[in-house]
């Protein structure tokens, strides 16, 4: 059985690195796996990676929904940057899908306004294209 110490100590680590904020999951201050052995805590790297991918996938799945809301799309570029840390590889399938999508369909109006000057399109340029490197979709 699980010891309930471990247990309360995981969830905790869990909740203070991988809670929602507005701007997505909040970004560990700190080397993450020092932080979990630090505490005692044996993580549970599958348990991770899921709440991880399912975080990643909803705000995969709200940017479909609104691809033109700038700051859904920074909020999944700065999540992704999580990808460099975290001790786990995340199965990325359906953010390259919705990637993918996007790259079909609010991409090429996005550059066109950039190209004509649009302040909002380049950053909404800059956050996909940043998106697309992280997930290994190549754009542009």
């Known amino acids: ?7 309360r100590r995981f969830e905790k680590f869990k909740s203070q690195y991988l809670c929602q904020t ?21 993580l549970e790297l599958e348990a991770l990676e899921y709440a991880f991918r399912k975080k990643l ?3 995969a799945g709200d940017l479909l929904a609104g691809p033109e809301d700038l700051p859904r799309l920074k909020s999944l570029d700065e999540t992704l940057d ?6 786990f590889a ?9 990637c993918y999508a996007l790259l079909e ?3 090429p109006k996005n550059q066109r306004e950039a190209e004509r000057g649009d302040e909002k399109a380049r950053r909404w340029v800059g956050h996909f294209v940043s ?3 992280k997930v290994s979709i190549r754009i542009g």
């Open 1 to 7: 059985s699980k010891n309930p110490v471990k247990t």
């Open 22 to 42: 507005d701007s997505g999951l909040r970004r560990p201050g700190e080397d993450i796996l020092k932080r979990a052995e630090t505490l005692g805590i044996s």
């Open 57 to 59: 996938e909803q705000l």
């Open 82 to 87: 999580l990808l460099k840390i975290l001790p």
């Open 90 to 98: 995340t199965n990325l399938w359906t953010v390259q899908n919705v």
């Open 105 to 107: 369909t609010a991409y």
């Open 131 to 133: 998106c697309g490197k």
